[in-house]
C-alpha cells in the first residue's frame, strides 16, 4: 500500500502548478457534479427562493428569473457539461483511433477513402456543420454527444494513421509479421499500445473542445431545452429583456461563464501537461 | 395589422375616452335605430390624388363582405352586421344593420376605408401586391416595405385633410436589443421590461406612460379532447391549483395583473369584481379533484415569456397532483393548433380584451369556436341579450351576469395580463398617447397627429 501511495505521489510529482491547479478544478466541479446528482432534491428544477435575489448565505451565487438557485443549476450543469465533453473526446478518440489505425495499417484504398473523408471533414466549418446536425437530430444531450463526436473524430484518425505508418515498418512489427501475427494481434500488442499516449493527448483536446461546443448549442437553443446545462443558463439570463441596465448580470450570466471558462481552462493545463509527461516525440 | 391604421382612415377614431368624428363628421340614427346615416368629410383625400367619397365607404363594406380581412368587426358568430350599405350621394353614407346594438357604431366607425378605384378590379386581396396595394387615405403613406428585415417606413401626407402629421416620416425598424438601441438614440419609443422602468422613472429625461396591454395569458382546456376536463370541478382544481400571482411576480417581473376569471379585465369600466377570484389554494384544488391525478401536455409557443409561465404552470400544478408535460413550438403552429383543436392544454397571450365588452359575445357566446368541446345556452342568451340592449345600466347587469356565470364555468383560465410601460423622451416627441381600448400607443393614430385644443376637448361622444 505504501508503494501505491508513493506512485501515486510520483505521478503528481510530475504534475507543474498549473496542473495541479487544474485537477484541483475538476475535482472541485466533479464534487459540485456529484452532489446535485445524488442530493435528488432537484434544487436545480424548482424555485427555492425569490425571483433574482442576490448572492447570499441562502444562495451563494443568486437565484434566477425563477427563484431557482442558480449553483444548484452550475451543479447540475457540471454533469452536462463533463459528460458531454468526456463521452464524445472518449467517443471520437476511440472511433477516430480504428478508424486511423485501419487505415495506416491497410493502406490502399481503404486508406485513400479515410483520407479523403477527413479531408472533408476539416474542410466543412465546423460550428455550421455542428447546428445543421443539431437541428437535424433534435434536441438531446445523447445526440449532442454523438453530433460533436461525429464532428472531431478527424483529428485522433489523422493521429492515428500517422503513427501507425511510421510504426509499420519498425523492425519489431516486422519481425512479428514475418513469425505470422495477424492484424489483430498486432494491433493488440504493439499499434495500440503504441499509440496510446498520443491518443490521450488528442483526447483530452477534445474535451474543452466538446465542452464549448455544447455549451455553444445549447445557447442557440439547440441543446436538451429540459436539462441545466451551462449553455442553456446563458440562454435565458442573455435573453432576459434589458440583462445589462440590470445587476442581474453579475451573478447570472457571470456563473456559468466562469465555470466554463474555469473547466475549459483546467483540463488546457492538464492537457499541457500530460503532453510533457507522455512526450509524444519520443 | 396595427401599422394600418395610420395608413388607412376611418369613419370614426379613438382617442383616450372614446369614439371621435374622423372622416365622418356627423352622423343620425334613424327612429328604429338600425340605420345610420353619416355625413363624410369633403376634402379627404388618397394617396394617389383621388377624392375620398361615400361611394368607397359603401364598396368597403360590401368587399369585406366577400373578401374578410384579417380582422373583421361586422362578422359576428358568423353573420354579417350589415345588411345595405349606399352612397346617397357623393359624402353622404346610409348604412343598415341586422338590428339594433349599442356596439354597431364602433365596429362600423373602426372599419378601414379602402380606395374603391383600386379593389374593384382586385378578386383575390391575399395575393395582391400590384401597384396602388398600399394607397391608403391616413395622415401617412408607406414608403417602404422590406419583408426580409421587417422593416417599414412611413412618411407625412402632405395633403391630408385632417390634423396635421406630427413627424416627417415614421419608421418601424428592428433591432437586436431594443433597450440598448433605445438608450443610444436609435428608436425613440420602447416597452420596457419591468426591472429597468424604475431607473427611467427616476430620471427626468424620460417618461413612463404605463397602461395594461389588454392581452392576457390564458390556459385553453380542449374538452373534446380531454374527457376528464369536461368535469366543470377539474377546471376548478386548476384554476385554484395555479399560483398566478407568482406569474406576475416572477414571469412578468411584477408588470401584470391577475386576470379575471369573467375575462373581463379588472381595469375595465364593465369588470364585476363581485364573482369568485380563485385565490391560490392547493388545498381546496386537491379537495376538488378528489385524490385523482390526472397527467396533461401542454403546448406552448418556444419564446422566453412562454416557457416561463409553462414553467411555473408545471411547478404549481405538481402540487396538486396534475402533471403537466411541457411542449414548446414555433408560435405559428401553436397558433394553428388554436384552431385544429389538436391539444390537450394550450397557453396563448391574446388580447382584444379591451373597449366594449361584446368580445365576450365572441368568445363564450352562440357560434364561438375558441373553446373546444364547451357551451352553454344560458351564458349564450345573456351575452345575445346584451347586445341589443340599449339602456346602459341594464346593459351593465347583464354583463355583470355573464362574468358571473362565466366564472363559475371557467371554460378557459384567465391566468395574468401585463402592463406596457412605454418609454420616451419628451424633449424629442410629447405627442405618444393610449386609445382607450388599445395600449400601444406606437400603433395609435392620433400619437403621431398633432391635434388642436378644440379637437381634443368637447368633440368625444
Keep these: 500500500m505504501n508503494t501505491r501511495t508513493f506512485h501515486t505521489c510520483a505521478f503528481l510529482e510530475k504534475f507543474s502548478t498549473y496542473g495541479k491547479i487544474g485537477i484541483a478544478i475538476i475535482i472541485i466541479l466533479i464534487c459540485l457534479a456529484g452532489y446535485s446528482l445524488f442530493a435528488g432534491n432537484d434544487m436545480h428544477m424548482i424555485p427555492s427562493g425569490e425571483s433574482l435575489e442576490r448572492p447570499s448565505i441562502a444562495h451563494w451565487l443568486g437565484t434566477d428569473d425563477l427563484g431557482i438557485d442558480i449553483l444548484a443549476q452550475i451543479g447540475h450543469g457540471a454533469t452536462v457539461s463533463m459528460s458531454v465533453g468526456f463521452a464524445s473526446a472518449i467517443l471520437a478518440g476511440v472511433g477516430g483511433s480504428v478508424i486511423g489505425i485501419f487505415a495506416g495499417y491497410f493502406g490502399g484504398t481503404a486508406d485513400k477513402i479515410v483520407t479523403a473523408l477527413c479531408d472533408i471533414m476539416s474542410a466543412i466549418p465546423q460550428l455550421p456543420l455542428m447546428i445543421v446536425l443539431g437541428a437535424f437530430f433534435g434536441s438531446s444531450t445523447a445526440n449532442i454527444i454523438m453530433v460533436i463526436a461525429m464532428i472531431s473524430w478527424v483529428g485522433p484518425a489523422r493521429t492515428a494513421r500517422a503513427k501507425v505508418l511510421s510504426m509499420r515498418n519498425e523492425t519489431f512489427i516486422v519481425a512479428a509479421h514475418s513469425y505470422g501475427a495477424g492484424f489483430a494481434h498486432l494491433a493488440y500488442r504493439h499499434l495500440i499500445p503504441g499509440i496510446m499516449p498520443i491518443m490521450l493527448v488528442s483526447v483530452i483536446r477534445i474535451v474543452s473542445h466538446a465542452i464549448v461546443a455544447e455549451a455553444g448549442l445549447s445557447f442557440l437553443g439547440l441543446g436538451d431545452p429540459l436539462s441545466k446545462s451551462w449553455g442553456v443558463i446563458l440562454n435565458r439570463s442573455l435573453n432576459f429583456p434589458g440583462i445589462y441596465f440590470t445587476d442581474f448580470w453579475k451573478w447570472w450570466i457571470l456563473s456559468p461563464l466562469v465555470a466554463l471558462m474555469l473547466l475549459v481552462v483546467a483540463i488546457a493545463f492538464i492537457g499541457r501537461d500530460v503532453e510533457r509527461i507522455v512526450d509524444t516525440k519520443r | ?303 422566453a415569456d412562454g416557457m416561463k409561465v409553462a414553467e411555473l404552470i408545471k411547478l404549481s400544478l405538481s402540487q396538486i397532483g396534475v402533471t403537466v408535460n411541457v411542449q414548446s413550438v414555433e408560435s405559428k ?129
Excluded at chain 2, 154 to 164: L, N, Q, R, T, V
Excluded at chain 2, 336 to 361: C, F, H, Q
Excluded at chain 2, 386 to 412: C, F, G, H, T
Design chain 2, 333 to 461: 403552429t401553436r397558433d394553428n393548433a388554436v384552431n385544429t383543436g389538436k391539444y390537450e392544454l394550450l397557453l396563448i397571450n391574446s388580447g382584444g380584451m379591451g373597449g366594449d365588452p361584446d368580445y365576450l359575445r365572441t368568445i363564450y357566446g352562440t357560434g364561438g369556436t375558441t373553446i373546444k368541446g364547451w357551451s352553454d345556452p344560458q351564458i349564450a342568451s345573456i351575452l345575445e341579450a346584451q347586445s341589443v340592449e340599449l339602456d346602459p345600466n341594464k346593459r351593465k347587469e347583464l354583463v355583470y351576469e355573464a362574468q358571473k356565470l362565466i366564472a363559475d364555468q371557467v371554460p378557459m383560465i384567465m391566468l395574468h395580463g401585463a402592463l406596457d410601460n412605454f418609454v420616451y423622451r419628451p424633449a424629442k416627441y410629447d405627442h405618444w398617447m393610449f386609445r382607450y381600448d388599445h395600449s400601444k400607443c406606437d400603433h395609435n393614430k392620433l400619437s403621431y397627429v398633432i391635434r388642436t385644443e378644440s379637437e381634443q376637448a368637447g368633440q368625444t361622444t
Design chain 2, 1 to 303: 395589422m396595427s401599422k394600418m391604421q395610420i395608413l388607412y382612415d376611418t369613419l370614426l377614431e379613438k382617442d383616450e375616452h372614446g369614439d371621435i368624428p374622423w372622416l365622418a363628421e356627423s352622423w343620425e340614427v334613424s327612429k328604429d335605430g338600425k340605420t345610420y346615416t353619416f355625413h363624410m368629410r369633403t376634402n379627404a383625400l388618397w394617396h394617389d390624388g383621388q377624392p375620398l367619397t361615400a361611394e368607397d365607404a359603401a364598396f368597403t363594406i360590401g368587399y369585406y363582405r366577400e373578401h374578410p380581412p384579417v380582422v373583421n368587426d361586422l362578422l359576428i358568430g358568423g353573420s354579417y352586421i350589415v345588411t345595405d350599405a349606399k352612397a346617397l350621394d357623393e359624402y353622404t353614407l346610409q348604412v343598415t344593420f341586422d338590428k339594433v346594438s349599442p356596439t354597431y357604431l364602433t365596429k362600423i366607425g373602426g372599419m378601414r376605408i379602402i380606395p374603391k378605384h383600386i379593389w374593384e378590379h382586385v378578386d383575390d386581396p391575399i395575393a395582391f401586391t400590384g401597384a396602388g396595394a398600399t394607397i391608403g387615405s391616413g395622415p401617412y403613406k408607406l414608403d417602404s416595405y422590406d419583408p426580409q428585415q421587417g422593416a417599414y417606413r412611413f412618411i407625412a401626407f402632405e395633403d391630408y385633410w385632417g390634423p396635421e402629421p406630427a413627424a416627417a416620416a415614421i419608421e418601424w425598424i428592428p433591432v437586436g436589443d431594443s433597450v440598448l438601441a433605445f438608450q443610444n438614440g436609435e428608436i425613440d419609443l420602447i416597452n420596457a421590461p419591468a426591472d429597468i422602468v424604475p431607473s427611467y422613472r427616476e430620471n427626468p429625461e424620460f417618461t413612463v406612460k404605463t397602461a395594461h396591454s389588454f392581452h392576457s395569458y390564458r390556459l385553453m382546456m380542449n374538452m373534446d379532447a380531454v374527457k376528464a376536463l369536461q368535469d366543470a370541478n377539474v377546471r376548478k382544481a386548476l384554476v385554484f391549483g395555479i399560483d398566478r400571482q407568482a406569474l406576475v411576480d416572477k414571469a412578468a417581473r411584477g408588470a401584470a395583473m391577475v386576470s379575471s376569471q369573467g375575462y373581463v379585465l379588472p381595469v375595465s369600466p364593465w369588470y364585476n369584481k363581485d364573482i369568485e377570484q380563485y385565490p391560490y389554494d392547493p388545498d381546496k384544488a386537491q379537495e376538488l379533484l378528489g385524490g385523482a391525478t390526472y397527467t396533461f401536455s401542454l403546448l406552448t409557443d418556444n419564446s
